[in-house]
């Protein structure tokens, strides 16, 4: 079972960034880098054969990534000055 969650993980990751990729969402919401997170979450998980590991590893760096890489109204649209 654990090699089926890590391969989601990989998998996952992989669309994440075709997405990311083919879409070209709003810049702020970079899919690409929570792609690269899944990615080495499930190759982390498949090397030591553990889907607690590999969805552990997701969760923390994922966390970590929203805690100090994104500002607090990042996404919010930037006010243009008339002049």
Request: aromatic share 10%; no cysteine.
């Amino acid at each position: 079972m654990s090699v089926w969650v890590n391969w989601g993980l990989v998998v996952g990751a992989v669309s994440f960034v075709i997405g990311d990729l083919v879409l070209e969402v709003y810049a702020g919401a970079n899919l690409a880098v929570l792609g690269m997170i899944m990615l080495a979450a499930g190759i982390l998980g498949l090397g030591l054969d553990s889907a607690a590991v590999g969805l552990g590893s997701a969760f923390v760096m994922i966390l970590a990534y929203f805690a100090f890489q994104r500002r607090p109204g990042q996404m919010l649209p930037k006010r243009v000055s008339e002049q």
